[in-house]
């Protein structure tokens, strides 16, 4: 079955270390492919989006991700993360000309300060 | 402009009563989408919409839930007969139209969080 997997649902990390986190998907085809982070209490917002061109894509907050096609992945970094980084994290894909988003379940990353 | 606004944003109801639940899309865009976000299940797709018309409904996951979108606008979704089951937090999401590629990323609303007791 078509799927996006996220691993390590739970992350806890200190600030100032390296973010990374993974994200695979099983379907063929031509892909758009999102992160979105959900802070406490706030809705979904978009972190990065890949469409095509460049296979590394820098979002907001310093945040990037790297498509690689052979792998079926694209995973998010952050070199150094902050305590508002604190949310959880979803990895969607969107087959090319479908419409649906597919999410991972998503990785609760909790930074102490 | 605004972005996209739910009511209401917490319902809480009796099994078998009905609930609508109301999406206001940004507005311009063309594509409105429901999911529903639960613990067990994680984001799932319900409803996409293309102007008023509904072109996959396949994630609606039964005949107790239905959708409708007026004037490429505002959008209800609506449960009948209300199970447990159906608690979870209901989002709703639009987008733009992106020339070549279709459908651009999808806004999301703060969603309406439905207790079923």
């Known amino acids: 079955a078509q799927s996006v997997s996220q691993h390590n649902h739970h992350v806890i990390l200190s600030e100032a270390a390296s973010l990374e986190l993974g994200c695979n998907y099983s379907y063929g085809g031509t892909v758009n492919l999102f992160w979105y982070v959900q802070y406490p209490g706030q809705h979904l917002q978009l972190l990065l989006k890949?469409?095509?061109?460049?296979?590394l894509v820098k979002g907001i907050k310093g945040f990037e991700a790297e498509f690689i096609k052979s792998k079926f992945s694209f995973n998010l970094r952050k070199p150094s993360v902050q305590w508002s980084d604190t949310a959880e994290y979803f990895c969607a894909v969107i087959l090319y000309g479908n419409n649906r988003l597919a999410f991972g379940k998503g990785n609760q990353v909790v930074v102490i300060p | 402009g605004a972005g996209v606004s739910q009511s209401p944003s917490n319902k809480v109801t009796e099994k078998g009563k009905d609930v609508e639940l109301r999406c206001d899309p940004i507005?311009?865009?063309?594509?409105l989408y429901w999911y529903r976000q639960s613990l067990g299940q994680g984001l799932e797709f319900l409803i996409y919409?293309?102007?008023?018309?509904?072109?996959?409904k396949s994630g609606l996951p039964s005949d107790r839930f239905s959708a409708e979108r007026t004037g490429g606008s505002v959008s209800t979704l609506t449960i009948q007969r209300t199970q447990q089951e159906d608690s979870a937090v209901y989002l709703c999401a639009s987008s733009a139209w992106r020339l070549l590629a279709g459908v651009d990323e999808q806004y999301f609303g703060p969603g309406t969080r439905l207790t079923v007791t």
């Open positions: 507005s311009g865009h063309t594509a």
């Open positions: 890949y469409f095509s061109g460049d296979p």
């Open positions: 919409f293309q102007g008023n018309s509904a072109p996959d």
